[in-house]
């Protein structure tokens, strides 16, 4: 996880209510992801951002938001969180193969 | 979409026995990824694959690219009580990763 920062680490939050993940890198990478984890569904992409100032949708982006602030930063907002939100949510840099990081993870709880 | 299947789920072994999980694709993959995930913890790069046929280790730790590009395999020699966690193969396609699963290892002392 060196170099990727998520904060918060958990989180439990109602249903309606809103927040926002950061991921803050410091390896100057371009490329960042955010992807859920869930019991037997592997790792699921949210949403992307291939540079600074652009981002794409991934496999899952429904309520979700992403905002890539600058080049060490990349935030996931849920505006109105559900309990299907519930997850472990990571984000990954990457430079290539080898130069590919993930975060710790926060695990956010919706009730 | 594409899709990875990986197998086993989960594993229970005894300290010492070798390990053997698989991956397989619907679609081509340029690049094969293993990872491992220790709990609590994002996943680990483990070892990468560029080519059909591929042969490529990394300590007790054995992956190869299938012949046919769709699967992948790894292998864990003598498991040791460190080696639990959850195993991902992941294919890159471009700048995205699609991920299998996970296969959940267990070892017994």
């Known amino acids: 996880n060196a170099g990727v920062t998520q904060t918060p680490k958990f989180q439990v939050l109602k249903t309606g209510q809103s927040m926002t993940l950061q991921c803050a890198q410091d390896?100057?990478?371009?490329?960042m992801y955010w992807y859920r984890q869930d019991p037997g569904m592997g790792l699921r992409l949210i949403y992307y951002?291939?540079?600074?100032?652009?981002?794409d949708k991934g496999e899952v982006p429904n309520g979700y938001n992403v905002s890539r602030l600058n080049k060490r930063e990349f935030s996931l907002r849920l505006e109105s969180a559900a309990p299907s939100q519930t997850s472990v949510y990571f984000c990954?840099?990457?430079?290539?193969?080898?130069?590919?990081?993930f975060g710790p993870g926060t695990r956010l709880t919706v009730t | 979409g594409q899709q990875l299947n990986q197998s086993p789920q989960s594993m229970f072994i005894q300290e010492g026995e070798d390990v053997s999980m698989n991956c397989t694709s619907s679609s081509i993959f340029n690049t094969w990824l293993w990872y491992k995930q220790d709990p609590g913890e994002g996943p680990v790069l483990l070892i990468a694959?560029?080519?059909?046929?591929e042969l490529t280790s990394n300590g007790r730790l054995t992956a190869q690219f299938g012949i046919t590009r769709k699967d992948s395999f790894l292998n864990i020699s003598a498991s040791i009580p460190s080696d639990v966690g959850i195993y991902f193969c992941a294919g890159r396609s471009g700048s995205r990763l699609t991920f299998g699963e996970g296969t959940q290892l267990t070892v017994n002392p």
């Open positions: 390896m100057n990478h371009n490329s």
């Open positions: 694959l560029y080519k059909a046929g």
């Open positions: 951002s291939a540079s600074e100032g652009t981002t």
């Open positions: 990954r840099i990457d430079r290539g193969d080898y130069e590919q990081y």
